[in-house]
């Protein structure tokens, strides 16, 4: 008996098929494999929860149906790459990955439409990851004392209003207000970058279709007004002060904050849950860091595309989805 193929050889073969963003030109000799190859060893590696080449390499070499089908795809020209060469473009697939998710963000919008019933806007925030190992306490931090090799030493330190004082990372997300929730474009830092800092790169990814973008007061800030004037979209945001706010506009913002919450809120949630991100992240330093969290926002978006094409739900049953992949 032939074995069907599997969800995951669908997912890595549906790369192929997802539009590649404008990207620099690197110096030197042209690469010997191609981008997309790594990006679809990215995407065998958070389906199968692993987080080093090492690993990758081990799952490919067992001896089954679906791993030959998986090593198949990721050989070009009938070479597969050696291990040093899979360590060091995987090292380098962060780079290039807000540039495609904003662009496979972009194809999905005009894909799904989400917008069809109005509205047009996008909704901005962070969600904090906590560091693997262990947090490094401000006191040796700052004497440069790392009381254990644990700790990465590459996160930072922020203060949320819902988890406290939190040691990690922040994962910067826009995505659709909307029946179905897209991320359109990612950034992740240390968590002691402020939002407003990767906002206009985050907004620089949108959709020409996306009108109003919606933030929380950390993106009420004159920069990011100024980049949204330039771009013809309107930016409301939380003021600071006192509450109840009393000026003109508050119960417009009121409405349009609610609509922010239940957006990015309720989407950082599921993927949270998807990706199992509610702990610490599997992952040591900024690089790896970024490759997995990235990776998951496109992998997100893969599956959307994935579901859209085979007229299945697009909000309910995703996680089970990639746990069956």
């Known amino acids: 008996m032939v074995p069907q193929i599997s969800l995951l050889v669908l997912l890595v073969e549906l790369i192929n ?9 690197r110096r030197g000799r042209p690469p010997t494999y191609p981008d997309r190859l790594f990006l679809k060893a990215l995407v065998v590696m958070l389906v199968r929860n692993v987080s080093t080449v090492s690993g990758l390499i081990a799952i490919l070499e067992q001896p089954t149906w679906e791993m030959h089908a998986l090593r198949m795809r990721l050989t070009d020209q009938g070479r597969f790459p050696s291990r040093r060469t899979w360590e060091r473009r995987q090292a380098q697939v962060p780079d290039t990955l807000p540039a495609r998710i904003g662009c496979l963000g972009r194809y999905l919008v005009g894909l799904i439409d989400p917008w069809a019933g109005g509205g047009h806007a996008i909704a901005i925030d962070s969600t904090v990851l906590h560091a693997r190992g262990g947090v490094w306490h401000k006191q040796h931090r700052d ?3 790392v009381p254990h090799t644990a700790i990465d030493t590459e996160a930072g330190w922020t203060k949320s209003g819902w988890h406290g004082w939190v040691y990690g990372w922040k994962l910067h997300l826009a995505t659709t207000v909307a029946a179905v929730w897209i991320p359109l ?14 906002a206009p790169r985050l907004l620089d990814e949108l959709p020409t279709e996306a009108r109003f973008v919606l933030g929380d007061t950390h993106y009420n800030d004159p920069a990011v007004r100024d980049h949204c004037t330039s771009t013809g979209r309107f930016l409301v945001a939380t003021r600071r002060g006192p509450y109840p706010h009393t000026d003109d506009g508050v119960e417009v913002r009121r409405v349009f904050h609610k609509l922010r919450s239940l957006a990015i809120e309720n989407f950082n949630g599921q993927f949270k849950g998807i990706f199992d991100a509610y702990g610490s992240v599997p992952t040591r330093g900024l690089v790896r860091t970024q490759r997995f969290a990235l990776g998951a926002v496109f992998l997100y978006q893969l ?20 746990k069956a992949a």
């Open 17 to 25: 098929a997802v539009p590649n963003p404008p990207l620099a030109q």
């Open 143 to 145: 004497a440069g004392v």
């Open 185 to 198: 474009a990612a950034e992740l830092t240390p968590a002691n970058t402020a939002d407003n800092e990767p």
């Open 303 to 322: 599956t959307l595309l994935y579901r859209f094409e085979h007229h299945q739900d697009l909000r309910v049953g995703l996680k089970a989805f990639l």
